[in-house]
């Protein structure tokens, strides 16, 4: 991966638990403000919607999304988070996404990016190592492919689309869909993936 991403990796491997009740007044009127959220995410910032990780520049709220989601029952319209789901154990995650249910509206939707363990091992399986160059990731060997693409970065459970629609189902998502790379039958959730496409695993989620 690239240094800037290692970097930000490490950031998330270390969050800093914040709570709602002591967010800053200027950010709490910004998350009241909006009904979209873009969760975990990064250097990139989305107009118009609220943007939440652990750190960042002016326009992100810092926020531990391992805690209980800092909005009210059934009051966000969507949800966006990539890439950020297999930073945390199964169970944190599966947490996770009970929050999002819980904070999403009746015909809400929650789309989730995130790596797809089926395209990592069938990398692994063809004997290839250079899926990932243009990440600045090249592994030496395909067995180094496959253990680094699981374990660095802070990743913690890379998911296949079975078990992440199980787990999204077990939140209390009924319709779950997997849906290709920034496309979307909803308008405002086309085109919001910001990292380059390597068979990422992706797929929407109606409350």
Not at 23 to 52: I, M, S
Not at 81 to 102: D, K, M, N, P, S
Not at 126 to 152: I, Y
Request: net charge neutral.
């Amino acid at each position: 991966m690239s240094q800037l991403m290692e970097g930000y990796r490490t950031l998330r491997a270390a969050p800093v638990r914040v709570s709602s009740r002591v967010l800053r007044p200027r950010l709490t009127k910004q998350l009241a403000e909006h009904t979209k959220v873009h969760l975990g995410c990064g250097p990139y910032t989305f107009d118009g919607w609220a943007n939440l990780d652990l750190g960042g520049g002016s326009d992100v709220v810092s926020f531990d999304l391992t805690a209980r989601l800092p909005f009210e029952d059934a009051s966000l319209d969507r949800i966006f988070t990539e890439h950020f789901i297999e930073h945390v154990t199964r169970q944190r995650g599966a947490r996770f996404l009970r929050e999002c249910a819980r904070v999403l509206k009746p015909g809400g939707v929650l789309r989730v990016s995130t790596p797809d363990l089926v395209r990592l091992v069938d990398e692994y399986l063809a004997g290839r190592t250079t899926e990932w160059t243009d990440q600045g990731w090249t592994p030496a060997t395909p067995a180094q492919m496959l253990n680094e693409g699981m374990r660095q970065w802070g990743h913690r459970f890379v998911y296949d689309e079975p078990e992440l629609i199980a787990a999204i189902r077990s939140a209390g998502f009924a319709d779950v869909t997997r849906v290709a790379w920034r496309e979307s039958q909803h308008e405002d959730l086309r085109g919001l993936e910001q990292r380059s496409f390597h068979g990422d695993l992706i797929v929407e989620a109606t409350r």
